[in-house]
């Protein structure tokens, strides 16, 4: 999906991306199954691209909370994520 993102943008949209992670997130979520490293992030990311910025913020914070090791980029992201 990020690939096509990059190759055919028209295809792979912010909001088409948000509407298939978080249906990922939610199937996940009922197999008790943990969402891969970067997948907030990217989650993160997308959200931020379509104005939703406390949701963005969101996300950036639950990556952090799973994966400490990504805690100096999330607060890199956060830092330019503007709150409203």
Request: cysteine-free; charged content about 30%.
């Amino acid at each position: 999906m990020v690939y096509k993102m990059y190759r055919t943008p028209k295809d792979a949209t912010p909001e088409k991306q948000i509407e298939i992670l978080q249906k990922e997130a939610m199937r996940a979520e009922s197999d008790h199954r943990e969402l891969p490293p970067g997948f907030r992030a990217h989650l993160g990311y997308l959200f931020n691209q379509v104005g939703a910025t406390d949701s963005a913020r969101a996300q950036f914070e639950e990556e952090k909370a799973h994966f400490p090791e990504s805690t100096v980029f999330m607060d890199q992201l956060l830092g330019k994520t503007k709150k409203r």
